[in-house]
């Protein structure tokens, strides 16, 4: 496998490319993405096999199980951090392991936990990021390990590209490998 194609296995839509000046209609789409996730990526998922769940998207990367185990995860962080952002001063938010998260057990459990949990934390984050302003979206919370500020405006198009960054990993899995 060349690097390109490897590249492309990891990125499959791109990496996140943010505009220089985030509109209200991007928030909106975004939004938008963030709301409808939870129920496309049951849709996706639900008819696979354990051993199909169990198959890794690329070489060396995650079986869909972990990706769906890392999507919740990774969320209810993202959720948290607009909390902290949203009551306190450029927090400094606390950064996690995702690769060391995904060796734990639980990420072998039935998906229905993370999807059930993905679709509650989707579902109030959708509500709270409907109630901000356009002042609270302009606040940041800290990063530590690039040590720079982040805006929730921004902070709302990264999810919404890293909840179709991931569901492109298995969808693309799953017409390589014929499965539906």
Request: some cysteine.
């Amino acid at each position: 496998m060349t690097n390109q194609e490897l590249e492309k296995l990891k990125y499959p839509i791109g990496q996140f490319d943010c505009p220089n000046n985030i509109s209200q209609d991007h928030i909106k789409s975004w939004i938008s993405i963030l709301e409808h996730f939870p129920n496309r990526l049951e849709n996706l998922v639900k008819n696979l096999t354990n051993q199909q769940l169990d198959t890794a998207y690329r070489p060396d990367g995650w079986t869909i199980r972990q990706v769906v185990h890392h999507v919740s995860d990774s969320h209810h962080h993202s959720y948290t951090r607009f909390k902290w952002a949203l009551t306190e001063d450029k927090p400094l938010i606390k950064a996690y392991n995702e690769a060391d998260w995904a060796k734990l057990q639980d990420y072998n459990a039935p998906i229905e936990m993370s999807l059930n949990h993905l679709r509650v934390i989707h579902y109030k984050l959708v509500y709270l990021l409907n109630t901000l302003s356009v002042n609270d979206f302009n606040k940041h919370f800290i990063h530590p390990e690039t040590n720079s500020e982040v805006k929730l405006d921004y902070n709302v198009g990264n999810y919404a590209w890293h909840s179709n960054h991931h569901y492109a990993h298995i969808e693309n899995l799953i017409k390589r490998k014929g499965w539906k």
